[in-house]
């Protein structure tokens, strides 16, 4: 399965990196090009994963990439969302920019990976600690089933160690509830 891997170039976010190393046939875009282009790229790919910073307007292109535009993955490219078999959305509120358009995906919704946002969420006691330990567990378990169907995907992360990790992290519990699979319709 050939892969685009949209993820822009950003420290915060570098966590998610290995999950480009799980992916067995991929083209990574950190940057540098402008999204007419990725447009034209995912349509020669069996499927895209979008990763980042974003909203549920889309995913950020975090000053990133070419053209005036503040998302790289946004309501412009859904008609061809709707097309790709396989999906995976890892940002800030992509389940409901999934959902809202309808497509078919592995999408989380808000997603804790820092401290600050724990904090902002409502998640008080959470340390520095357990948000990383969230954040490794949760791409430790995504990368081994990465290269799977959507639905798939999402099946093997309810029944791995981020599922028992979330029985007693608080970060991942929160962001455990936030994993979703969209049906293609």
Not at 50 to 57: F, K, N, Q, R, T
Not at 64 to 91: A, C, H, K
Not at 98 to 124: C, L, N, W
Not at 146 to 161: C, D, G, Q, R, V
Request: one cysteine or more.
């Amino acid at each position: 399965m050939n892969t685009l891997i949209v993820h822009p170039t950003d420290r915060s976010t570098d966590f998610l990196l290995p999950i480009h190393d799980a992916v067995e046939t991929k083209t990574v875009i950190r940057g540098d090009i402008n999204k007419s282009s990725i447009a034209a790229m995912a349509m020669r790919h069996d499927r895209l994963i979008a990763m980042g910073h974003g909203s549920p307007l889309g995913l950020m292109s975090v000053g990133q990439f070419l053209g005036p535009d503040f998302y790289v993955v946004d309501q412009s490219l859904v008609e061809m969302l709707r097309t790709r078999p396989i999906n995976i959305f890892i940002w800030c509120y992509a389940y409901e920019f999934a959902q809202r358009f309808e497509i078919p995906s592995f999408a989380t919704d808000m997603f804790v990976s820092e401290h600050r946002e724990a904090m902002y969420m409502g998640i008080k006691n959470a340390t520095i600690d357990q948000v990383e330990e969230s954040n490794r567990v949760f791409v430790e378990e995504i990368s081994k089933c990465i290269n799977l169907p959507a639905k798939e995907i999402y099946e093997s992360l309810m029944k791995s160690e981020y599922t028992i990790l979330s029985q007693k992290n608080p970060v991942a519990s929160f962001n455990f509830e936030r994993l979703h699979h969209i049906k293609q319709n």
